[in-house]
């Protein structure tokens, strides 16, 4: 049972929703975002310029070693961040704690005490700079003496307001007003039709971004299947298609490919991937369909069948109003309210955070006026979103320190060819978050779209966005919308598999796809 309410009220997500965007706009009143805005927009200018801003705090500058000869935080430092990955892989599977663990409340403080234990390194222990990246990118020296409030506020800022809030702001939004449209019917399940499903969701993917195409398909899938007993695969392949590799064509698909639009590369890029996106969607959907018709669907009873062959009803659209105009909003968003770039057509740049208030004004939109019945039908609450939010916010903090040593050691690793960026950036993008990896191994690849990409930066990026973006279906955290479809399948009562049983799945279905893709392609 987890911590959250089986109903799905608006009263209170509406006050908090406009407790949140009232607060912002009192702040935009005081100046504040204003003000952050224009700090990124001077530090973009001085970095244009060859500057580099160095923040001093504490007790008066350190006077540690050259920035530049940093070698990060210990290798050691690490280790809370594989706790909170070992955490989520062994303590479902442990049977005096798998309870106690499903508790969002519990996640929440496993999370946040070994969030606590980096943040208490960077206060008492670290002695170097830190790169701060909110609002604007600077340098944050540590203190002579005493705790260092700076690096540790530092690493937070990065944490939370430049990586997580944006993070889950835009998983929220998706997931909330697609959470009011519904798709109602129940289709027989057969391995056709459950692939033209898994097929329009990883088309959906790359449009409408792989949370939101999750989001608007799983309850439906999952209704469709509901007279199947053996239903968890579907959900995997799921997963592996709509949550992840569906993503590939545009940058609003996946939060790495927007990262990188933000990085300069132009928007239609990505559209230069559709071989090996058709190829390695196409592998995944034979396979799927293959497995299904000759060896899962087989094992189902024939009274299951027939109650599926039987129980059968059209589809049919609901709360496509107000809903797919405020899925339109939050694409427009993403893609124009970027404080670091000008709006289209005029000088002037978004102020900080902006963005998130938008979506949070969509998100009380879609809740004020959408169907409260259609979300009761869907039987939609926010245990999902609490789940990740719970357990990111800990993923985030705790992942500063491998980022660093990322950063700082990248270039030592001998990673030069495009093979070797695919796989270590789609590696680390299995249990990091794919977002901010992307970005370590895009600015580690030297890549500056500004003039244009070259045919080796082309390459590298190529390989660098597919390994991002496809690898992040290899375990349950590589990607956002893996947990949250997780989440709401056992919420329908599906028994998913445990963080090991999916790796079996990703590793005999996806790995031999990725190789193989790898060598065609990359």
């Keep these: ?27 935009a009143v005081m100046g504040w975002p204003q003000h952050g805005r224009d700090l990124l927009v001077q530090a973009q200018a001085d970095h244009a310029g060859g500057h580099q801003d160095v923040v001093s705090h504490g007790h008066g500058q350190a006077p540690g070693p050259d920035h530049a000869a940093a070698e990060g935080p210990p290798v050691a430092m690490v280790l809370p961040f594989a706790v909170l990955l070992g955490a989520i892989a062994v303590l479902p599977l442990t049977s005096r704690l798998s309870h106690w663990w499903e508790h969002n409340s519990s996640k929440f403080a496993v999370a946040s005490c070994l969030a606590a234990v980096t943040l208490a390194y960077y206060l008492f222990f670290h002695h170097e700079p830190v790169d701060l990246h909110f609002p604007a990118h600077a340098v944050v020296s540590p203190a002579a003496a005493g705790p260092s409030w700076g690096t540790a506020a530092a690493v937070v800022a990065n944490a939370l307001l430049a990586e997580f809030v944006p993070f889950i702001t835009l998983l929220f939004a998706l997931y909330v007003i697609t959470g009011g449209v519904r798709i109602e019917g129940d289709l027989e399940a057969t391995p056709t039709v459950n ?49 992840n590799c569906g993503g590939l064509l545009l940058p609003i698909g996946d939060p790495p490919l927007f990262l990188g639009y933000l990085q300069g590369v132009d928007f239609l890029w990505t559209m230069s991937l559709w071989r090996p996106w058709i190829f390695t969607n196409g592998a995944i959907l034979a396979i799927y369909w293959l497995a299904d018709t000759f060896v899962v669907h087989p094992r189902e009873t024939r009274g299951d069948l027939l109650r599926d062959r039987m129980l059968t009803r059209r589809l049919r659209f609901d709360g496509l109003w107000p809903n ?141 966005s597919l390994g991002a973006v496809f690898l992040g279906a290899m375990t349950y955290i590589g990607n956002g919308p893996n947990f949250m479809v997780k989440a709401i399948a056992e919420q329908s009562g599906v028994r998913m598999p445990s963080f090991f049983g999916y790796l079996v799945y990703s590793m005999g279905v996806l790995l031999p796809v990725f190789v193989l893709m790898a060598w065609l392609f990359v």
């Design 195 to 243: 692939t033209v499903f898994l097929a329009v969701g990883t088309g959906l993917a790359s449009f409408i971004g792989t949370t939101g195409a999750a989001m608007l398909l799983v309850r439906p899938l999952l209704e469709t299947n509901r007279e199947r007993r053996h239903v968890a695969h579907t959900l995997v392949f799921f997963i592996f298609t709509v949550c």
């Design 324 to 464: 797919v105009p405020l899925i339109a909003g939050v694409i427009a968003a993403v893609a124009l309210l970027d404080p670091s770039k000008s709006l289209p057509g005029t000088s002037w740049h978004p102020w900080i955070f902006l963005r998130e208030a938008v979506l949070l004004a969509l998100v009380g939109l879609s809740l004020l006026l959408g169907s409260g019945e259609v979300r009761r039908k869907n039987a939609f609450t926010y245990t999902a979103i609490l789940e990740v939010a719970a357990l990111f916010v800990g993923i985030f903090i705790c992942m500063q320190p491998a980022l660093a040593l990322l950063g700082i050691h990248g270039d030592r690793l001998g990673i030069a060819s495009p093979q070797a960026f695919f796989w270590a950036t789609g590696g680390l993008s299995s249990v990091l978050d794919n977002a901010p990896t992307y970005l370590v191994f895009f600015e580690a690849a030297g890549i500056d779209p500004s003039d244009g990409l070259t045919a080796t930066e082309s390459g590298l990026l190529a390989a660098i």
């Design 1 to 27: 049972m987890h911590d959250a309410p089986t109903a799905t009220p608006t009263t209170l997500p509406l006050r908090m929703i406009t407790a949140a965007v009232s607060a912002y706009l009192l702040a």
